[in-house]
């Protein structure tokens, strides 16, 4: 009997992992939807708004078409042919299509079917690491936002306030439910992950003359902070700055990097996050008991 209530909890485990990951392709396409226009959507507001603030009069435009995260349908760039429904589903119609549009013939960029394999495998580890709990729903909900953070952050060096204000009052909330973290570690977290990366600004600036990151990653690690309590953020700065110090210098060396380009630190913050939210505790326990401390 005990073997086979094993089987069943196996087998439904393996099942909810299973769907989350398949779910977690449909997403990783829709977060290419994102990736795309949302930086466009926040240019069009912001130069309207500065035209109003500035009090500008210009002369009476076309009405433009409606562009959102829905609106227009997905398109070629290029031809601006029309996706199909079948060639739009996710990984699957990329190699169908050998990487090409099916009426001008160009390339279709790689990083359609990488985020969406990506997602894939990132909501599957959630959803392994938690099982069908709050927490994967949390889980998965701050994933697939740093996914695509992290590739806005890439191509616009821009973390939009749109996606990271929103998680981190998500963070505050539900830290109420103890559901990563209590309450007061979610505050004190929120405070202390900005404060602490705007200090180092400030310091930079002051003795540098130059700006060495930007708001929108204070208001990053902030996000942290909120959703796992102060306790994370030592070890979500530590792992960014390792993997950003690795990834700039391989860049610089090997890639040729020029090195008054600055590198966005979103995604490697973003990782380390993701990291702490998985395995925070146990790289944690490990160091601790690697210097003997119990």
């Not at 930086?39 to 002369?59: A, N, Q």
């Not at 997602?119 to 909900?141: D, H, I, N, R």
Request: proline content about 5%; overall charge positive.
């Amino acid at each position: 009997m005990d073997a086979l209530l094993t089987l069943l909890q196996n087998q439904n485990t393996g099942f909810f992992v299973s769907s989350v990951a398949l779910f977690g392709l449909v997403v990783g396409s829709f977060l290419n939807v994102v990736v795309h226009r949302l930086p466009i959507m926040l240019e069009k507001t912001w130069r309207r708004d500065c035209v109003e603030y500035l009090g500008l009069k210009s002369s009476p435009e076309e009405p433009q078409p409606k562009f959102n995260l829905i609106f227009p349908h997905s398109h070629c760039p290029h031809c601006q042919h029309p996706v199909r429904a079948y060639e739009n589903i996710p990984v699957i119609s990329y190699v169908m299509l050998g990487g090409k549009c099916s009426q001008c013939k160009k390339n279709i960029s790689l990083r359609y079917p990488i985020i969406e394999i990506l997602t894939a495998l990132v909501s599957l580890m959630v959803a392994w690491k938690f099982g069908p709990t709050w927490q994967t729903a949390g889980g998965l909900a701050l994933s697939w936002s740093l996914i695509c953070l992290s590739a806005i952050d890439m191509d616009r060096r821009l973390l939009p306030d749109a996606i990271v204000l929103p998680l981190i009052w998500l963070g505050l909330f539900i830290s109420l439910f103890d559901i990563f973290t209590d309450c007061r570690s979610s505050i004190i977290g929120a405070i202390t992950g900005y404060m602490s990366l705007w200090s180092v600004f400030q310091l930079f600036k002051l003795f540098t003359g130059k700006e060495g990151m930007g708001y929108g990653d204070f208001k990053l690690l902030a996000l942290f902070g909120a959703w796992f309590g102060w306790q994370n953020l030592l070890l979500i700065v530590l792992l960014s700055s390792m993997v950003g110090t690795i990834v700039g210098l391989v860049m610089i060396v090997f890639f040729k990097h020029d090195r008054t380009i600055p590198i966005p630190f979103g995604p490697y913050l973003g990782l380390a996050g993701w990291i702490a939210m998985l395995w925070g505790d146990e790289i944690t326990a490990s160091y601790f008991r690697l210097v003997g401390i119990q």
